[in-house]
Structure formats: structure tokens, C-alpha cells
């Protein structure tokens, strides 16, 4: 069984390439038990590949993947379902179900991977969208008639209704604007301290890194270049971190910018 | 070198599509016979696979079994032949034309709307989605699809033979002076087991076809509109390829004892 000390997700040596594209080159990266860590990273360095790999969405080529301290990596069917039962996840376009209104979006895995009936998961699904903001009204809307903003409440919503062990963010605050980014940032640290969660959140939004996270990483070319406490990051020693931090397009950070 | 090269790639894409394809329909099959089953999934698809498709069905086949009969009628009244207009149309409706018109026009209605709804659903994340909450995409979205698409057709496909069949009634009564009670009754005298059965086996496996095509096309889409775009253009000329190609097999298997 796992204890205290061991870490809630490990990735070691992970690597996956896509034709000739090496996008994970031998990552390594810990996430503890109940804490809130941020990975950065300009657009296209891996980060979501890394959040899919854990999930199993894809396959890494190498490396191995933890999840309280079982190796998850090349799990399948029923016992891959069982790790998933441990995860919430709010995608960067929300990825709700058009076809399904906004309540059974958010109960969609309580039904589904848990097996609860539906009018008690309906139950749930409305006090779940009560504390992202969302009033019961909002609850037999269909997801097309929602803004932006909305979207991704009840995205949080879904990710947080089954009381995961584990939530993943991955870019939550990306399309919005900077008061409703902060809203969600918010709700983001509400609702993993209310639910007691470890999460990871990538972003390259620097504003909601420092408001989320207790670490930050930073992603680049495959590997984890640095990572510590968040009031360290202004103070990281790193040019790479102090060049993406700051957004200059002077640095060690060269854009591939083909012609 | 490059013409190699081309060769090669155009022989890897070939291996890894059939490949993929192969994994994807058994994956497909095999989630037919492992729970969980969605009823309501599968009756929604029904509805949406069967129950809507039936207007445009119904008008091809009506049409159809009319052409139908003003041609026989012309080559067979050449050899003094009319009464076998009736039994031919009857034939020709049940075995091939029924199946076939019906295949290839829940084809275009079907297998787009498929590919469409899945490939969209691939690229906004929302198959990912599913896999975060722990149901598997395959049996959520494929196996409803492929079991309401097997059941739906031969059904469709009954109500297409008779309307075919009732095209070329009137047809013949109403323009080629055939009396209707004759007509008929050398319908129900003509009509046999294999007739029937042959089309509506054929009209389950092209519904197999049909259903597999669209969700095989979607789930494999990517980009964004343009490859939803032409994941939905794959998915109808595939199968519509495929039900033309199944149609020459089952009709050698079916028929082959003469």
C-alpha cells in the first residue's frame, strides 16, 4: 500500500515522439501527496502529451509512470478504468458533451465509472455546479448555450464531481478573459482544498501559475530544466525559467519559427 | 529514390490503415458481448439510424420499383413476356436493388452524420473526456452505433422491398395497363424465402458496414473542421465502396448453390 511518503504521481524517464518529433525526451517529474503543481512551458513543448500519458490516452514509447506507488504505465481495460476512478480532468476547451445537458455532463462519471443513479448523481451534479458559481437553472442548459467562462465552470464541475484523488488542469485559464481567468483561478484553489486533492495544472499563463501552484516545473525540449517552491521562481538561477517568466523574446529560448 | 520512397509510404499508410482498422472492428465486436450494454444509447441510435432514414429510403425504393417495371416490361414484352414483369420486379427489388439503394442512401445519410458527430467529438477533446471518466469510448460510442445499425437495416430494408415493390404496382397499372389483382397475385405467387432473406442478410451487413465506416472515419479524424470534413468524406465513399464490393460477395456465397 502506498504511505505518506510516497509520491501520489511519478514519471520516470518517460519518452514519446511522434514520426521523427521527439516530444518527451526522458521526463522525470514527482507530484507529492495533496500538493498543487505547475508545469510551464511555451506551446508545443509536451505538456499535454506528459498529462496524457498519465491518463493512458497515450502510450509512451519508454519510461514508466506511478500512481500511488503502482505502475500504471501499460494498464489496460477494467484495471486502467479503476486508476481513472482516482482522476478529474478540466481540458483546455472544457470538452463537454454537446449532446448531453449541462447536469449530466457533470454527472457523466459519477453514472458511468461509479455506477450511482442518476437522480441522486443529478443531486450531486447540481451542488457541484453550486460551487463553481453555477445556479440550478444553469443545470438543464445544453453546453452550446453557455459563454466561454461557463464552459469551463462546469468543466471544473465534472473534474471535481466524483471527489478525485487527482486533478489534472490543463491550460484552465487559457481563451478567457483576465477577470474571469482569475475566477477560476480561484475556484481552482477552493475546490482542490475542498476536496483534498493533489493536482497538476499545465499552463503558460504566469499569472495563474504563482496564484495555483505550492511548486512550479518547467517543461522544455522533452525534459523537467528546473523545478522548485513557487516564491523561488523569480529567483531561479535558470535563464531559460527567468526568460519565460518575464515573456522575452530575447533569451536562450529560441522560437522555431519556420519560413 | 523518391519514387521509392512514395511507393513505400503509400504501401506503409496501406498496412497501417488496414492494421488500424482490423484493431478498431474487433474492439468493436468484441464490445458487443461485454457489459456494459446502453440500451437507451442503442435505441436513441435506432431511432436516429432507422426511423429517420426511412422517408428518403422510402422515396428511392418507390421510384426505383417503378423504373423498375417500365423497363422489364420494355424488354420483356420484345419476347411476348409482360406477365413476368411482376416477379421480376419483385426479384430484383428484394435481392440487389433493395438493399443496395437503401445501403448506399443510409450511406450518405448515416455514415456522414457519424463521422461528423465523432470526428468533432475526437477533435474538441470530448473521446479523451470520456476516457478521464472511465467508460470506454469504443462502447460508448461505436458498439450502440454498430448493434442499432444491424438491427435498423433489415427492418429498413423490409419496408423498402415492400414500398419497391408497390413502385412497380403502380408503375404497371397506372402506365403499362397491367390489371391490379393479376399483378399482385402473381407478386405473392412469385415471391420466395431466399428472396426475402438474401436482401435482409445483406441489408444487416451493410448496416455493419455503414455504422463501422462512420465511427471508424470519426474516431481517427484530425485537425480541426477540415479533418472532421474529410474523415466524413472517407466515411461515405468507404462505405459505399465496401457495400457495392460486399454485395458481389454475398450474392456469389448466398446464390452459389444456384
Not at chain 1, 461557463?150 to 478567457?176: C, H, S, Y
Request: hydrophobic fraction near 50%; charged fraction near 15%; proline fraction near 4%.
Amino acid at each position: 500500500m502506498a504511505d505518506a511518503l510516497t509520491p501520489k504521481v511519478e514519471l520516470r524517464g518517460v519518452k514519446k515522439r511522434f514520426g521523427s518529433k521527439i516530444v518527451l525526451d526522458g521526463l522525470d517529474l514527482t507530484i507529492g501527496r495533496g500538493e498543487s503543481l505547475v508545469v510551464i512551458g511555451g506551446s508545443g513543448t509536451g505538456k499535454s502529451v506528459m498529462i496524457k500519458c498519465v491518463l493512458g490516452i497515450l502510450k509512451p514509447d519508454a519510461g514508466q509512470i506511478f500512481v500511488d506507488g503502482k505502475e500504471v504505465t501499460k494498464l489496460r481495460g477494467g484495471a486502467r478504468e479503476d486508476v481513472l476512478r482516482k482522476f478529474g480532468m478540466l481540458f483546455q476547451g472544457a470538452a463537454l458533451f454537446d449532446s448531453l445537458p449541462v447536469w449530466e455532463n457533470v454527472a457523466f462519471g459519477l453514472i458511468q465509472g461509479h455506477g450511482v443513479p442518476r437522480r441522486k448523481a443529478k443531486d450531486i451534479a447540481v451542488e457541484k455546479l453550486g460551487k463553481v458559481g453555477l445556479g440550478p437553472d444553469v443545470a438543464m442548459l445544453s453546453p452550446a448555450e453557455l459563454s466561454g467562462g461557463m464552459q469551463k465552470r462546469v468543466g471544473l464541475a465534472r473534474a471535481i464531481a466524483a471527489n478525485p484523488e487527482i486533478i489534472f488542469f490543463d491550460e484552465p485559464t487559457t481563451g478567457l478573459d483576465p477577470i474571469m481567468a482569475d475566477v477560476i483561478n480561484d475556484l481552482i484553489v477552493a475546490t482542490v482544498k475542498d476536496v483534498g486533492a493533489t493536482a497538476l495544472s499545465i499552463t503558460h499563463d504566469m499569472v495563474s501559475s504563482r496564484k495555483i501552484s505550492d511548486r512550479i516545473a518547467m517543461l522544455y525540449q522533452g525534459k523537467i530544466i528546473w523545478q522548485g517552491p513557487t516564491s523561488e521562481i523569480d529567483h531561479s538561477g535558470n535563464a531559460y525559467v527567468d526568460q519565460f517568466i518575464h515573456g522575452r523574446a530575447e533569451g536562450p529560448i529560441k522560437m522555431e519559427v519556420r519560413r | 529514390m523518391n519514387v521509392f520512397a512514395a511507393i513505400g509510404r503509400v504501401v506503409l499508410n496501406f498496412f497501417s490503415q488496414t492494421g488500424r482498422l482490423t484493431v478498431f472492428t474487433a474492439d468493436a465486436v468484441s464490445g458487443v458481448v461485454r457489459p456494459p450494454v446502453y440500451w437507451t444509447l442503442i435505441v436513441q441510435q435506432m431511432i436516429r439510424i432507422g426511423f429517420f432514414s426511412l422517408p428518403v429510403v422510402g422515396l428511392t425504393a418507390f421510384f426505383t420499383g417503378g423504373v423498375l417495371a417500365l423497363q422489364i416490361y420494355n424488354g420483356a414484352s420484345r419476347y411476348g413476356a409482360e406477365t413476368f414483369v411482376p416477379v421480376v420486379v419483385l426479384v430484383g427489388i428484394t435481392r440487389e436493388l433493395g438493399p443496395v439503394i437503401a445501403g448506399l442512401m443510409v450511406a450518405g445519410r448515416v455514415a456522414a452524420a457519424i463521422a461528423a458527430e465523432i470526428g468533432t467529438m475526437r477533435v474538441t477533446e470530448q473521446i479523451d473526456a470520456l476516457t478521464t471518466l472511465s467508460t470506454n469510448p469504443i462502447k460508448y460510442l461505436v458498439v450502440p452505433r454498430i448493434v442499432a445499425a444491424v438491427i435498423s437495416m433489415p427492418i429498413l430494408v423490409a419496408i423498402a422491398d415492400s414500398i419497391g415493390v408497390f413502385g412497380g404496382y403502380v408503375a404497371s397499372t397506372e402506365a403499362l395497363g397491367f390489371n391490379g389483382a393479376v399483378y399482385l397475385g402473381n407478386t405473392v405467387n412469385g415471391v420466395t424465402y431466399d428472396d426475402v432473406s438474401s436482401g435482409l442478410i445483406k441489408a444487416a451487413v451493410f448496416g455493419f458496414i455503414i455504422a463501422l465506416m462512420g465511427c471508424y472515419n470519426g474516431f481517427h479524424s484530425k485537425g480541426g473542421a477540415q479533418g472532421v470534413g474529410s474523415a466524413t468524406t472517407n466515411a461515405v465513399v468507404s462505405a459505399s465502396i465496401l457495400i457495392l464490393a460486399a454485395n458481389y460477395i454475398l450474392t456469389s456465397v448466398i446464390f452459389s448453390h444456384g
